[in-house]
């Protein structure tokens, strides 16, 4: 996969950074591209010569550098260079890019979207994968706010490799190692395989909470962000699907790159989500949709005037079910469960009456709202239970499994996800 793709390899100011050397070697073997830039850090200790010479190309290292078109580069990728800004061109050729070695500085301004230097601008320009090779000392890795940074990136769809422990250059012993340059270079090979795993297929998601209208200023709904949904729509955007998002109110920025059409309440989601299900390749319904809506709607405010209100309620339609019951040959739906007993029961019970292929499960305390989820992944034959992940974390596993479902597994990687603490298997037992 690496072959005549044009892989940036950026080198931050760390004792790892001789390591790079081996890595931009390493991506040539398999036939990549390899353009190198670097802070101004990292050529204390390793000179920007020698990366040229390794790479075969001049090496970005000033923001404010030459501005031709001086790079060997394939010739699909030529066309993309302009010639104007030599950060911006590089960040659009790019197929992917790794840094590796991978500092705190450079992760924290990562997070804050820094762009100080020719790496973090070339970093915020680019839209090519991003995988992100950790070393630095074991009290820095360990520290709160780099741990709260690398959650941040990795929600964000960075992926990591690495570190690994063993002995670093303080002295002490643990994690904090540059992960092996093996590691690094399949990880950017699984990076790229992802990229396109989902390209052809058009995926259609529905995202949100639906608010049902009391009267003209109330609704009733639930505490849904819609954050899973659309990491969902993201997760299969970078995949190279083309994505349809179906959206009630949520809670967060709607993502980039994708079709998305509104709604509030699930009537209207019905409407929307069955007349895109019929060419869609794969239908996930994460939306937290109501399951009744009050029989009649009041035209004016309803006032306090008795000590008790009765609402007459009316079941809304199962969204899911119809879209099971009209799935076509060749089509995968999915749909989430959200249980507080007998979860697992419940949800195969649930993926058999809607007709779906893949139930995701999970708990109001491990779901709504938050930037991390716990679910299950309901079959009718297997379940798998995920660890404790960002939600972008999730929608990918949940991405993994749909194309296995599909028997495209040669597409599309293992995503690697950390196994629970003894601290989090705890909280969760006492839920």
Same mark, same amino acid.
């Given at each position: 996969?690496?072959?005549?793709?044009?892989?940036?390899?950026? &080198?931050?100011? @760390?004792?790892?950074?001789?390591?790079?050397?081996?890595?931009?070697?390493?991506?040539?073997?398999?036939?990549?591209?390899?353009?190198?830039? #670097?802070?101004?850090?990292?050529?204390?200790?390793?000179?920007?010569?020698?990366?040229?010479?390794?790479?075969?190309?001049?090496?970005?290292?000033?923001?404010?550098?030459?501005?031709?078109?001086?790079?060997?580069?394939?010739?699909?990728?030529?066309?993309?260079?302009?010639?104007?800004?030599?950060? &911006?061109?590089?960040?659009?050729?790019?197929?992917?890019?790794? !840094?590796?070695?991978?500092?705190?500085?450079?992760?924290?301004?990562?997070?804050? @979207?820094?762009?100080?230097?020719?790496?973090?601008?070339?970093?915020?320009?680019?839209?090519?994968?991003?995988?992100?090779?950790?070393?630095?000392?074991?009290?820095?890795?360990?520290?709160?706010?780099?741990?709260?940074?690398?959650?941040?990136?990795?929600?964000?769809?960075?992926?990591?490799?690495?570190?690994?422990?063993?002995?670093?250059?303080?002295? !002490?012993?643990?994690? @904090?190692?540059?992960?092996?340059?093996?590691?690094? &270079?399949?990880?950017?090979?699984?990076?790229?395989?992802?990229? $396109?795993?989902?390209?052809?297929?058009?995926?259609?998601?529905?995202?949100?909470?639906?608010?049902?209208?009391?009267?003209?200023?109330?609704?009733?709904?639930?505490?849904?962000?819609?954050? #899973?949904?659309?990491? !969902?729509?993201?997760?299969?955007?970078?995949?190279?699907?083309?994505?349809?998002?179906? $959206?009630?109110?949520?809670?967060?920025?709607?993502?980039?790159?994708?079709?998305?059409?509104?709604? #509030?309440?699930?009537?209207?989601?019905?409407?929307?989500?069955?007349?895109?299900?019929?060419?869609?390749? &794969?239908?996930?319904?994460?939306?937290?949709?109501?399951?009744?809506?009050?029989?009649?709607?009041?035209?004016?405010?309803?006032?306090?005037?008795?000590?008790?209100?009765?609402?007459?309620?009316?079941?809304?339609?199962?969204?899911?079910?119809?879209? @099971?019951?009209?799935?076509?040959?060749?089509?995968?739906?999915?749909?989430?469960?959200?249980?507080?007993?007998?979860?697992?029961?419940?949800?195969?019970?649930?993926?058999?009456?809607?007709?779906?292929?893949?139930?995701?499960?999970?708990?109001?305390?491990?779901?709504?709202?938050?930037?991390?989820?716990?679910? /299950?992944?309901?079959?009718?034959?297997?379940?798998?239970?995920?660890?404790?992940?960002?939600?972008?974390?999730?929608?990918?596993?949940?991405?993994?499994?749909?194309?296995?479902?599909?028997?495209?597994?040669?597409?599309?990687?293992? !995503?690697?996800?950390?196994?629970? /603490?003894?601290?989090?298997?705890?909280?969760?037992?006492?839920?």
């Amino acid at each position: 996969m690496l072959r005549d793709r044009v892989v940036v390899v950026g &080198v931050s100011g @760390g004792i790892a950074a001789y390591r790079a050397c081996e890595l931009v070697r390493r991506l040539r073997d398999r036939g990549a591209t390899v353009v190198v830039a #670097m802070t101004r850090a990292a050529g204390e200790f390793v000179t920007p010569l020698t990366f040229q010479a390794l790479s075969g190309n001049p090496v970005v290292s000033e923001l404010w550098g030459d501005q031709r078109p001086r790079f060997d580069l394939p010739l699909e990728s030529l066309g993309k260079v302009r010639g104007h800004v030599e950060h &911006v061109d590089v960040a659009e050729v790019a197929d992917a890019v790794v !840094l590796a070695p991978t500092t705190a500085d450079l992760m924290a301004r990562l997070v804050h @979207g820094e762009a100080p230097d020719a790496l973090t601008s070339l970093v915020l320009a680019t839209t090519a994968p991003l995988v992100i090779a950790p070393a630095m000392d074991l009290n820095m890795w360990q520290a709160d706010a780099t741990q709260s940074n690398a959650r941040t990136l990795r929600a964000r769809g960075f992926r990591f490799v690495g570190p690994d422990s063993g002995p670093l250059a303080s002295g !002490l012993a643990g994690p @904090g190692r540059l992960a092996e340059v093996g590691a690094i &270079v399949d990880e950017v090979d699984a990076a790229l395989r992802l990229r $396109t795993s989902m390209k052809g297929m058009r995926v259609l998601i529905g995202a949100g909470r639906t608010e049902e209208p009391l009267d003209p200023v109330r609704v009733l709904t639930n505490r849904s962000s819609g954050r #899973m949904g659309l990491a !969902l729509a993201e997760a299969a955007r970078d995949r190279g699907a083309e994505v349809i998002v179906v $959206t009630g109110p949520v809670s967060v920025d709607m993502p980039h790159g994708v079709s998305v059409v509104p709604v #509030m309440t699930a009537l209207q989601m019905e409407r929307a989500m069955a007349g895109h299900a019929g060419k869609a390749t &794969v239908v996930i319904m994460a939306a937290a949709v109501a399951d009744y809506r009050p029989a009649k709607l009041a035209t004016q405010k309803l006032k306090r005037d008795n000590a008790s209100l009765n609402v007459p309620l009316v079941a809304n339609p199962d969204i899911l079910a119809g879209l @099971g019951a009209a799935k076509r040959k060749g089509q995968t739906v999915v749909g989430f469960a959200l249980e507080t007993q007998n979860g697992i029961a419940n949800a195969r019970k649930k993926l058999e009456a809607k007709n779906a292929d893949l139930i995701v499960l999970n708990t109001p305390e491990a779901g709504i709202g938050g930037g991390t989820n716990t679910v /299950t992944l309901v079959e009718a034959r297997s379940t798998v239970e995920l660890p404790e992940s960002s939600k972008r974390e999730v929608a990918e596993r949940i991405l993994d499994r749909v194309l296995e479902l599909r028997g495209d597994t040669a597409k599309s990687p293992k !995503l690697k996800l950390t196994k629970p /603490t003894a601290a989090r298997r705890a909280a969760r037992k006492s839920r």
